[in-house]
Every structure is written in structure tokens, then in C-alpha cells.
């Protein structure tokens, strides 16, 4: 139940009333950007208010990532500049999704949640309201799922986001079932104090 609605959320996010195109962008496989006729990913940013979505779709026309991001000038400025855009863009808060080949999510990712209000507040705080507030910035709390929706794990990355930081705090393992089956504490990417099985 709680995979679905989180899969609901991010797919009805991207899905506004009033919309403004507000651009298009084209990268190589480098992450380049590059002509429209040889791309090898697309990505489109819409503004929406106080938001600004993003759609990144590979030559083919599958989905690889969407995006609910705070808008700024700055951020709209380098997400079309360069298809790497990371936690360490000053700007960068809200939600990223990221998807399998096939469609479904494995990934979401809550940018500098501790500054963004979001649904997922809640799974921030139980598991991250002990993290000392110099680690906030540049942080990113995590979903991971399977491929039939439920949670596999979920925790907080500090200095960086899921690909480039390092955990931290409790991190929190499920069964298919949704079931509670592992904990374990993490200081700055290394295990440290209790692990529960």
C-alpha cells in the first residue's frame, strides 16, 4: 500500500493544470549538449508555478527520470546546460525519480529534504531527526524499490545525493510484505553503532 501511493504521488506530480513550456534540451551520451538530430537523451523543463518539472527521456522515448524541483532562474539555467546537474547545485531541492528500462520506479530521491516540504516529511524525521543540522545541506533521503513497487530500503545521504554521497543516521530494510527486516547506523558512510536483524 505505501509503495503505491508513493508511485502515485510521483507520477500525478507531473501532471499539472497550467503549464509553460519552458525549455527543451538535447545531451550526447557524455552528458554533452548536442544536436537534436543525433541525441542520445532528451530533457524537458516545465514551469508550473513555484515548480519546475523535468522530464528526461532516452532516444527511444523511455522514461529515465522526472523531476519536481523549487524553481529558480539559476537552476532552470543549469539544468539545461548540462544533463549532470547534482546536489551540489545550491538550488537543487525536491523530488527526483528515477526508472528501470522497463517503466517502473527504483528510485526517489528527496533533495535537501530537510529544507523542501514534501509528502515524505514524515520517513525523514523517524529515521533522520538525530543528524547533526551541518550535514542538512546537499542532503537526499532515499526510497529504494523493486520492480513490483514495494520499498526495499529507505535512508538519508549526506554530502551528496544517492550517487555521489555517503549514508548516514538509520537505514531501514523491508521484505516484499513491507515488514520491518534490517536497521543499521551509519556515521558519514560507515556502519557505526546498531544493527538489527
Known amino acids: 500500500m505505501r509503495a503505491c501511493f508513493l508511485i502515485l ?3 500525478s506530480a507531473f501532471h499539472p493544470a497550467a503549464q509553460d513550456v519552458a525549455r527543451t534540451q538535447y545531451f550526447d551520451k557524455n552528458g554533452i549538449v548536442t ?9 524537458t523543463c516545465i514551469l508550473n ?10 532516444r527511444s522515448g523511455k522514461l529515465d ?13 543549469a539544468l539545461v546546460e548540462c544533463y549532470a546537474v547534482y546536489h551540489d547545485h545550491p ?5 527526483r525519480t528515477w526508472y528501470r528500462a522497463r517503466g517502473s520506479v527504483w528510485r526517489i530521491e528527496l533533495l535537501d529534504p530537510f ?3 514534501h509528502t515524505y516529511s514524515a520517513n525523514v524525521v523517524s529515521c533522520c531527526s538525530h543528524v547533526d543540522p551541518s550535514l542538512h545541506k546537499g542532503s537526499a533521503f532515499v526510497l529504494d524499490l523493486r520492480k513490483d513497487g514495494t520499498v526495499r530500503s529507505e535512508g538519508l545521504y549526506v554530502k551528496g ?4 554521497g555517503h549514508r548516514q543516521g538509520k537505514w531501514m530494510y523491508y521484505n516484499k510484505k513491507g515488514e520491518l527486516t534490517a536497521t ?12 538489527t536483524y
Do not use: C, N, Q, W
Not at 161 to 164: T, V
Not at 184 to 195: C, M, S
Open 9 to 11: 504521488f510521483a507520477v
Open 35 to 43: 544536436d537534436p538530430s543525433t541525441y542520445k537523451k532528451k530533457r
Open 49 to 58: 508555478d513555484s515548480l519546475l518539472l523535468v522530464t528526461d527521456l532516452d
Open 65 to 77: 527520470m522526472t523531476g519536481e524541483f523549487r524553481y529558480t532562474p539559476a537552476l532552470l539555467d
Open 91 to 95: 538550488d537543487l531541492m525536491g523530488v
Open 115 to 117: 529544507s523542501f516540504p
Open 161 to 164: 545525493d544517492s550517487f555521489h
Open 184 to 195: 543499521y547506523e551509519h556515521e558519514i558512510g560507515v556502519l557505526h553503532g546498531t544493527r
